[in-house]
């Protein structure tokens, strides 16, 4: 089972300001990779697949990078709605899917 | 608009049975695999369950819940569904039904989740 690792835990923000947030794989999942966003109440939202495509309607500002085994995703200049709960998941070798432990998001 | 449905949750007692279902609109449910995938009380998301679309007969199951848990699903009905049998404390969560896209090549397929429901709350005590 391929492990995800996410930092940090938690990430306090401005608004404005650019978030990093960070996914490392135990072992290669070459390009497949997904980030989701996860709101309280609501359902889990596609942001990125393919390690770097943005899901439709997704806006510009999200953006997915890496292969291999390191993984970032960028939020370029944070919004009020941006401020949630993220998780990569890998989908390269499965069953299982595997995910990472989320990333919280947090207005400074 | 692809909408997902769940429904089914609720409070039952350790040992318990109880079947979810997913109500799926907006896509032609028949062409696409599906999944469960839960989330207990401040802990991540966590996959259960995996489906093939029509004509494919494959299933997969996390090994937490293999051999208790049955998904299935009715092409005609636009349903998804999970039977959840001898359930356990641990398996208090909310539970999403999650369609699948992707694509298949040189013998893999490589599927992510595009749309989620908004979950339904299964909660396993005494």
């Known amino acids: 089972e391929i492990v995800m690792t996410q930092s940090p835990a938690t990430l306090s923000v401005s608004p404005g300001e650019r978030a990093t947030l960070s996914c490392r794989a135990s072992?290669?999942?070459?390009?497949?990779l997904a980030w989701y966003q996860r709101k309280p109440g609501q359902a889990p939202r596609l942001l990125i697949y393919g390690a770097s495509t943005r899901a439709t309607g997704i806006p510009a500002r999200f953006s997915g990078s890496g292969s291999g085994t390191e993984f970032t995703l960028t939020i370029s200049s944070l919004q009020s709605e941006d401020f949630a709960v993220y998780y990569c998941q890998q989908y390269n070798n499965w069953p299982p899917y595997t995910f990472g432990q989320g990333t919280k998001l947090e207005i400074k | 608009e692809v909408q997902l449905v769940e429904s089914g949750g609720g409070l039952v007692q350790p040992g318990g049975s109880l079947r979810l279902s997913c109500a799926a609109s907006?896509?032609?449910?028949?062409?696409?695999?599906m999944n469960w995938v839960r989330q207990a009380p401040g802990k991540g998301l966590e996959w259960v369950s995996y489906i093939g679309s029509s004509g494919d007969n494959t299933i997969y199951y996390a090994d937490s819940v293999r051999g208790r848990f049955t998904i299935s699903r009715d092409n005609a009905k636009n349903s998804l569904f999970l039977q959840m049998n001898s359930l356990r404390a641990e398996d208090t969560a909310v539970y999403y039904c999650?369609?699948?896209?992707?694509?298949?090549?040189?013998?893999?397929?490589?599927?992510?989740?595009?749309?989620w429901g908004q979950g339904t709350l299964v909660t396993v005590s005494s």
């Open positions: 999650a369609k699948g896209e992707g694509f298949c090549r040189g013998g893999s397929c490589y599927i992510w989740f595009d749309s």
């Open positions: 072992q290669s999942v070459s390009s497949n």
């Open positions: 907006g896509f032609t449910f028949s062409s696409y695999s």
